[in-house]
């Protein structure tokens, strides 16, 4: 052993960065993707395909480039914000245009059916989306929210180009005190996988449970 | 006796497209009207227009005296009088057939859960869906269940008028009769309802009028035997001769 195992807690310790940059990252992106998807759905055509087209060219900016361009790019305009922060909000930008997606095609897949039949009982147009649409969207959504959440959780990692000190970086750093790779990487990989895949067990249950109601997940 | 429903001068575009060319009849309570007519014929059409799921551009319906189609009428409050039974059942999904039957009891009339249960469950059991059942949800059921379900939803409402569009047509052969026999029941209950279909036997059996409909119009109408077995007009005829050709032992 070289040392390695003294610096195991240093980056640990990166653990929280990890979980706070991925988590608060995600859940914005949830509440900014569900908004784009209920504009996108509800609202009238010019303003929904305008939406859409912002969802694409979210999907399509690497993660890496809005880091870098919050980080080092917002200061010119005067916005300076520190090196959490500004991946907060590059994931939160990317990760919400594949949310859009995900929620949109979750109330899409609802159908015509289920909303005629919730009139015909004589619920109004905002209980049928209450009592029959959202909760149906919600858990065809629901698997895929999970998967999105190890992908952006993976992701986080590259927060390193911006210096945060999340678990990916501290491992980088240990590694160098070291001088061995391999140790702190396949200690970071444990880790990522011992989050990541008991999400991916729940996601996949959730799915087969759904199929089983004939609520086809998206 | 009482008139629960008056359709009088439908009209509906499609586009330039005429689909009810001026479609008028009444409904008395405890009628089982059954309309028959070759696809296209605009049934599913006046069906939606009754329920209020499509505006016509012309013409009125009276529902019990009052003008549904007037402006400013409240549509849910409408279709809680009028039960719909669709082609595809349409039951929610996400609920269990219990659940199904008592939501609109809940969230539409306002009824407490235990009262909700006292009447889904009597609805439930007079469409013969047993206890065992009723914890499932509706991709665990067969297609008649689903139906007799989507039934029990129907009247669990207490509406005043039942709309079926093609109730049996996604249905295999062998369930077909366990939900033409609940519909046949309704109608001895003297449940007021309106029923488009193909099911001539069923027609002739519990119809009190048989309707026969054809690009947009009414061209017949009149008792079941008439209509199905001594058709006057020449389009009706044709229909019937072929009917005849599909569902005749003999
Ligand atoms: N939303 C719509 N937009 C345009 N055309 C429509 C629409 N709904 C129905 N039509 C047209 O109106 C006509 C009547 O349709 P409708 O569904 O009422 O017929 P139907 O008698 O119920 O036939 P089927 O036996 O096939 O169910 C058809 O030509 C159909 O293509
Ligand atoms: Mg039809």
Same mark, same amino acid.
């Not at chain 1, 911006?162 to 160098?176: K, N, P, S």
């Not at chain 2, 008395?28 to 089982?32: F, L, Q, S, V, W």
């Not at chain 2, 016509?56 to 005296?65: E, F, K, Q, W």
């Not at chain 2, 549509?75 to 999904?93: D, P, T, Y």
């Given at each position: 052993?070289n040392g390695f195992?003294?610096?195991?807690p240093v980056?640990?310790?990166g653990?929280?960065?990890?979980?706070?940059?991925?988590?608060?990252?995600f859940l914005?992106?949830?509440?900014?993707?569900?908004?784009m998807?209920?504009?996108?759905?509800?609202?009238?055509?010019p303003?929904?395909?305008t #939406?859409?087209?912002v969802?694409?060219?979210?999907?399509?900016?690497?993660?890496?480039?809005?880091?870098?361009?919050?980080?080092?790019?917002?200061?010119?305009?005067g916005?300076?914000?520190?090196?959490?922060?500004?991946?907060?909000?590059?994931i939160?930008i990317?990760?919400?245009?594949?949310?859009a997606?995900?929620?949109?095609?979750?109330?899409?897949? %609802?159908?015509?059916?289920?909303?005629?039949?919730?009139y015909?009982?004589?619920?109004?147009k905002?209980a049928?989306f209450?009592?029959?649409?959202?909760?149906?969207?919600?858990?065809?959504?629901?698997?895929?929210?999970?998967?999105?959440?190890?992908?952006v959780?993976?992701?986080?990692?590259? /927060?390193?180009a911006?210096?945060?000190?999340?678990?990916?970086?501290?491992?980088?750093? #240990?590694?160098?005190v070291?001088?061995?790779?391999?140790?702190?990487?396949?200690l970071?990989?444990?880790?990522?996988?011992?989050?990541c895949?008991p999400l991916?067990?729940?996601?996949?249950?959730?799915?087969?449970?759904?199929?089983?109601m004939? #609520? /086809?997940? %998206? | 006796?009482?008139? !629960?429903?008056?359709?009088s001068? *439908?009209?509906?575009?499609?586009?330039?497209?005429?689909?009810?060319?001026?479609?008028?009849?009444?409904v008395?309570?405890?009628?089982?009207k059954?309309?028959l007519?070759?696809?296209?014929a605009?049934?599913?059409t006046?069906?939606r227009?009754?329920?209020?799921?499509?505006?016509?551009?012309?013409?009125?319906?009276?529902?019990?005296?009052?003008e549904?189609?007037?402006?400013?009428?409240n !549509? @849910?409050?409408?279709?809680?009088?009028?039960?719909?039974?669709?082609? $595809?059942? &349409?039951?929610?999904?996400h *609920?269990?057939?219990?659940? &199904?039957?008592?939501l609109?009891?809940?969230?539409?009339?306002?009824?407490?859960?235990?009262?909700?249960?006292? =009447?889904?469950?009597?609805? *439930?059991?007079?469409?013969?869906?047993?206890?065992?059942l009723?914890s499932?949800?509706?991709?665990? *059921?067969?297609?008649g269940?689903?139906?007799?379900?989507a039934? @029990?939803?129907?009247?669990a409402?207490?509406?005043?008028?039942?709309?079926f569009?093609?109730p049996?047509s996604?249905l295999?052969?062998?369930?077909?009769?366990?939900?033409?026999?609940?519909?046949?029941?309704?109608?001895?209950?003297?449940?007021?309802?309106?029923v488009?279909? $193909?099911?001539l036997?069923? @027609?002739?059996k519990v119809?009190d009028? =048989?309707?026969?409909?054809?690009s947009?119009?009414i =061209?017949?109408?009149?008792?079941?035997?008439?209509?199905?077995?001594?058709?006057?007009?020449?389009?009706?005829?044709r229909?019937?001769e072929r009917?005849?050709y599909?569902?005749?032992?003999?």
């Open positions: 052993m195992l003294t610096y195991v980056i640990l310790m653990v929280w960065n990890t979980l706070i940059l991925s988590t608060a990252g914005l992106a949830t509440l900014l993707g569900l908004l998807a209920f504009i996108e759905v509800f609202s009238p055509k303003i929904s395909i #939406v859409d087209w969802t694409r060219v979210l999907r399509g900016v690497p993660l890496l480039l809005a880091l870098l361009l919050v980080f080092y790019g917002l200061p010119r305009v916005i300076a914000l520190p090196n959490i922060a500004s991946a907060i909000i590059g939160t990317v990760d919400s245009g594949y949310q997606q995900l929620f949109r095609g979750a109330i899409e897949g %609802v159908g015509e059916r289920q909303l005629e039949a919730a015909s009982i004589g619920l109004s905002w049928a209450r009592y029959i649409i959202a909760p149906q969207a919600f858990r065809a959504a629901l698997p895929g929210w999970l998967n999105e959440f190890t992908i959780l993976k992701d986080s990692s590259i /927060a390193y911006i210096g945060v000190t999340e678990l990916f970086t501290q491992a980088v750093h #240990v590694a160098q070291v001088l061995d790779y391999l140790q702190p990487l396949i970071v990989s444990i880790v990522y996988f011992s989050i895949y991916s067990i729940i996601s996949e249950r959730a799915r087969r449970k759904l199929l089983a004939g #609520v /086809a997940a %998206v | 006796m009482k008139v !629960v429903l008056e359709v001068n *439908l009209w509906k575009f499609f586009g330039k497209s005429p689909v009810l060319r001026g479609v008028s009849f009444s008395r309570e405890g009628e089982a059954v309309i007519g070759p696809s296209g605009g049934k599913s006046l069906l227009c009754i329920n209020l799921l499509i505006k016509p551009d012309r013409g009125s319906i009276i529902l019990d005296g009052e549904v189609t007037a402006p400013g009428v !549509v @849910a409050r409408v279709r809680s009088k009028i039960g719909f039974v669709f082609q $595809h059942f &349409n039951l929610f999904n *609920l269990t057939a219990l659940e &199904n039957v008592m609109g009891l809940i969230k539409v009339k306002g009824m407490n859960r235990d009262d909700a249960f006292k =009447v889904a469950r009597e609805s *439930l059991l007079s469409v013969g869906i047993s206890e065992d009723w499932k949800y509706p991709a665990q *059921l067969s297609g269940q689903q139906q007799r379900v039934i @029990a939803r129907a009247i409402m207490s509406p005043r008028l039942v709309l569009d093609e049996t996604a295999d052969p062998e369930l077909i009769w366990e939900v033409l026999r609940v519909m046949e029941k309704m109608s001895k209950e003297r449940m007021t309802m309106i488009v279909t $193909h099911e036997g069923f @027609a002739m119809a009028e =048989v309707v026969f409909m054809d947009g119009a =061209v017949e109408r009149g008792p079941p035997e008439e209509v199905i077995l001594r058709p006057r007009n020449e389009r009706v005829r229909f019937m009917m005849q599909v569902y005749s032992l003999k």
